[in-house]
């Protein structure tokens, strides 16, 4: 499974409870949609860190880096070819 896939399974799993009926492709707005909120984002940080072995600055946590699940793995992908 790729970095979009698990991060997919842990917003349907985590964020949303297991809705999987809920589209989430890679272009869905998390944000806007209120899927990924403030006690959510740090829920994402935590499993981000954990699952793939990477830390952000302060400054990387910002909304488009976060707007959706394709912005999420370019900038896990970016830290993991470091």
């Not at 949303?16 to 909120?37: K, S, V, Y």
Request: hydrophobic share 45%; no cysteine; net charge negative.
């Amino acid at each position: 499974m790729g970095p979009r896939d698990r991060i997919r399974a842990f917003i349907a799993d985590e964020l949303m409870h297991g809705d999987h009926g809920t589209p989430l492709d890679d272009d869905r707005p998390l944000l806007e949609l209120g899927i990924l909120d403030s006690l959510g984002l740090q829920r994402m940080l935590a499993f981000l860190e954990r699952e793939f072995s990477v830390a952000f600055r302060d400054e990387e946590i910002i909304p488009d880096h976060f707007g959706s699940i394709g912005a999420i793995a370019l900038l896990v992908e970016k830290h993991r070819q470091k």
